[in-house]
């Protein structure tokens, strides 16, 4: 038996047992298993502080990596982590807009508040994040409870705004900037396993896919300076960090002109600086766009050995009329044809997805092209999605969603059930290979195994042996069985 985070095919929806997977399939379960917990680099902090916060994130992993952003804003003012919910004088929210559902979510989650501020007195409850950045002041009037409303790109100004709301204002600030990155914030590690950290090299998104609304949310695109991405890296290194992935929502379109130097940076020359950082370090990125992915970058992979061989490749759907409608630029061919090429240079090279099921149109052939698109693939995972609708994209503005609910949860039902069967194929072609695992933690299941996770993005769990080890070390670990979830082995 597994538990949700040792799926490699489910992790970010998170579903062991079909209980679960019927909650994805009918929108309960958005996102990964960190969805709304709260975090803090202490479960008790000895440090005194003027203020204590209390901070709770949904979505992407950007929006993971934001929080921290956000905490090393506000620590600079005197304010401390909690993650106990009654102790804390600020209560954030950082939201995800990206489907319908993870808005329903923040609103149930904030009438959990209410009781909390009534009983505490001035406390102040915080949104943050895309939902802010969609709803605005709107947010205010809908949600009494709400104090402050502040988008992706104001973390800066949340002190003078947390000021503000003391004295009984309610405060916004949802400016969108072309050129915020927070480069020189160093950002407070809230769920440190102390082995892997997530360092965001960009923000923003110019591509527009119809169906999407983080363009909306979190603006234009613009690349962080890459000396601040490699200052970063290399202090994680240097504090024991061994595995560094580079966040972006396109991260190959990563693009930084260095006035001082007069160079001018790409993605491919971005992860060389950062693997030559150290040997040691493990480099991974996520995400990649499939009309974006060069071959110079599949190359820089190949050549150094401690890039990960793993790329998030998302298709959407298979089918390229659907896929212009989507308007993701790239054809069922051209994405085939990557995958190719991506197994030309890499052979050994773990490959997922995201995959949206019932978007507008969508007729039987191409649920069944996007099918044959998994199939030819052969995805080690997938995060899959029913489509919903957002507000002022230009799916919304263009085309109607006229696939009915049960139409859309069938559907995504049969590509999970695809999926489930590509991954333990996946796992079935790994038995008696030989991996280097780097060991994250004890197992979930038990202290007496570790848990780690090999290049290709596959956790794999084995027994702790006599020697010495430790979280952040690395092994050699040999595939001994596995499950549709998990690779099951034994150091050698
Ligand atoms: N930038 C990444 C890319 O293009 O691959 C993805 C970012 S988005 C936060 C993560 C995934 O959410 C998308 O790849 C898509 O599959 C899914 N998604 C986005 N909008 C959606 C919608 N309206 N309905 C269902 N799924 C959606
Ligand atoms: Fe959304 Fe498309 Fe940008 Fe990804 S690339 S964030 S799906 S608009």
Redesign the pocket.
């Known amino acids: 038996m597994t538990d949700c985070h040792d799926l490699p095919g489910f992790r970010y929806i998170c579903s062991s047992k079909f209980a679960r997977l019927m909650e994805l399939m009918t929108g309960k379960i958005q996102d990964e298993k960190r969805q709304g917990e709260a975090y803090a680099p202490f479960a008790q902090d000895p440090n005194q502080y003027k203020k204590r916060f209390y901070i709770e994130s949904y979505g992407?992993q950007m929006n993971f990596a934001d929080s921290e952003v956000v905490a090393s804003i506000l620590n600079q003012e005197g304010f401390g982590a909690t993650r106990n919910l009654e102790e804390a004088d600020l209560i954030f929210i950082n939201t995800c807009s990206?489907?319908e559902k993870a808005e329903q979510t923040v609103r149930k989650r904030l009438t959990e508040f209410k009781k909390l501020k009534k009983a505490r007195k001035g406390m102040l409850v915080g949104v943050l994040g895309c939902m802010a950045e969609r709803l605005k002041a709107q947010f205010l009037e809908e949600e009494k409870l709400v104090d402050l409303v502040v988008g992706p790109d104001a973390y800066r100004s949340l002190p003078a705004l947390v000021a503000e709301a003391e004295t009984g204002q309610k405060a916004v600030n949802v400016l969108l900037s072309r050129d915020e990155t927070y480069a020189d914030i160093s950002p407070v590690r809230l769920d440190s396993n102390g082995v892997s950290a997530f360092v965001s090299i960009m923000r923003g998104?110019n591509?527009m896919?119809s169906?999407?609304?983080?363009p909306f949310t979190r603006g234009r695109e613009r690349s962080r300076d890459a000396a601040s991405i490699l200052q970063e890296c290399r202090d994680l290194f240097e504090k024991g960090y061994r595995e560094v992935t580079l966040l972006g929502?396109?991260v190959d379109s990563y693009y930084f002109a260095d006035e001082v130097s007069g160079q001018t940076i790409t993605f491919a020359g971005l992860m060389k600086s950062v693997a030559d950082i150290s040997p040691l370090l493990r480099v991974r990125f996520s995400?990649s766009?499939p009309k974006d992915i060069t071959d110079e970058v599949l190359k820089v992979m190949a050549a150094y050995d401690n890039i990960c061989k793993y790329i998030h490749l998302?298709v959407?759907s298979g089918s390229t009329r659907v896929l212009q409608l989507m308007n993701r630029t790239y054809t069922r061919e051209w994405y085939l044809a990557k995958v190719d090429r991506i197994r030309e240079i890499l052979p050994d090279c773990g490959i997922s997805s995201?995959?949206?099921a019932g978007f507008c149109t969508e007729e039987e052939t191409d649920h069944q092209d996007t099918l044959a698109v998994m199939e030819y693939s052969r995805y080690d995972m997938s995060?899959m999605?029913?489509?919903?609708?957002?507000p002022g994209?230009l799916a919304q503005r263009r085309y109607t969603d006229d696939i009915p609910l049960e139409v859309k949860k069938r559907r995504l039902q049969e590509i999970v059930d695809l999926q489930g069967r590509l991954s333990l194929e996946s796992n079935k072609r790994d038995l008696g290979k030989i991996c280097t695992v780097l060991i994250e933690g004890d197992s979930k299941r038990s202290d007496q195994d570790w848990m780690g996770r090999n290049s290709q993005n596959k956790v794999i769990v084995f027994p702790k042996d006599n020697t010495v080890r430790q979280k952040g070390e690395y092994v050699t670990v040999e595939v001994t069985g596995c499950t549709q979830a998990t690779l099951l082995g034994r150091i050698i």
Do not use: A, G, W
């Not at 169906?211 to 983080?214: A, D, L, M, Q, S």
């Not at 999605?385 to 957002?390: A, D, L, P, T």
């Open positions: 992407c990206i489907r998104c591509n896919c169906f999407c609304v983080v929502q396109n995400t766009h998302p959407q995201d995959i949206i995060y999605f029913f489509y919903s609708e957002r994209t």
